[in-house]
């Protein structure tokens, strides 16, 4: 499924794809999780459990990265890169 009215896009990389909330969740899934969704993302992954949870990544992200050749990177990647799509949850 490419889109359900109940996924909420909070962000996008400017091909179709979106990183959001999900009230549809599958089972096993709780509302208000994270996903990734959009016209490039055939399997949907968990980026975090809660907004907070993503919000508190983002915020490592950020803190930790620097300019390198005009890329943005950070000590803390591990995918999660605007506008990349965070492709595990871990840490």
């Known amino acids: 499924m490419y889109s359900n009215a109940r996924w909420i896009p909070l962000t996008h990389d400017g091909g179709g794809n979106h ?7 599958d089972a096993g899934g709780a509302e208000g999780q994270m996903i990734s969704f959009g016209a490039d993302e055939d399997t ?3 980026l975090a459990r809660t907004f907070d949870d993503f919000v508190a990544k983002a915020l490592e992200w950020i803190q930790q990265s620097r300019w390198n050749d005009g890329d943005l990177q950070s000590m803390a ?3 999660f890169a605007p506008p990349a799509i965070l492709r595990s949850i871990s840490g």
């Open 19 to 25: 990183m959001g909330l999900d009230f549809d969740p």
């Open 44 to 46: 949907k992954y968990l």
């Open 77 to 79: 990647d591990d995918g």
